[in-house]
């Protein structure tokens, strides 16, 4: 038997093994990661590193792998290896498929509610500690609670599904992580069980209860 988690949305929501499980019916997000990228230096944001030749190939593969399922459109965020990653998988594809830039995935995201100062804070506690303290309710300058941020981007999924197929969110690897681990419990660990490039999430919208 699949192995299946229940969102705190109403249960709305239902975190899925992988693409492979998605069905012809039904109404489905896949929530990842951008595409792979060189490393950001330390002290960076890194907002201006695009996508390397890897990364285009990978996530144009992507998309030639999703053929065969309805995608009805690609959500990604503004950052500009978002919207290359977005543009791949379309060609992957090989569909004229809608891609809508959304602020909620990036740049800052559903979980930063003053770009300023959750910067700020990013720079001067570092990737791994922000992310922990978030993940644990603990207050972060310029940042939402977990439950706050998740809760918009649940909102943000539901309401843009369509009554079959798919849509694609493209997002950066902390966003991904703090809903997953919010939502559904599914945690991430940095160093070991990080979010890969391209992974994320697969999630069955339970039409039922919507």
């Avoid at 791949?88 to 003053?114: Q, Y």
């Avoid at 992310?131 to 972060?140: A, M, Q, R, W």
């Amino acid at each position: 038997m699949q192995e299946m988690y229940n969102a705190k949305t109403n249960n709305s929501l239902i975190l899925l093994k992988n693409q492979f499980e998605i069905e012809e019916t039904g109404m489905y997000s896949i929530f990842i990661r951008h595409g792979d990228r060189d490393k950001i230096p330390e002290g960076e944001f890194g907002n201006e590193i695009e996508l390397n030749q890897k990364g285009f190939q990978r996530s144009l593969e992507y998309g030639k792998s999703m053929k065969a399922k309805k995608i009805n459109k690609i959500f990604t965020s503004p950052v500009k290896r978002c919207i290359q990653t977005a543009e791949s998988i379309r060609e992957g594809l090989a569909k004229n498929v809608a891609i809508e830039v959304s602020t909620l995935l990036g740049d800052p995201g559903a979980f930063v509610k003053d770009g300023k100062l959750a910067g700020e804070s990013y720079l001067r506690l570092g990737f791994s500690s922000c992310y922990e303290s978030i993940l644990n309710h603990k207050p972060v300058q310029g940042n939402r609670d977990i439950s706050d941020g998740a809760s918009i981007l649940s909102r943000f999924f539901l309401d843009n599904a369509k009554a079959d197929g798919l849509n694609i969110y493209v997002s950066h690897d902390m966003i991904v992580a703090l809903y997953a681990f919010e939502t559904f419990r599914r945690k991430y660990t940095l160093g070991s069980d990080w979010v890969p490039y391209l992974g994320g999430l697969t999630i069955k919208h339970n039409s039922s209860i919507l």
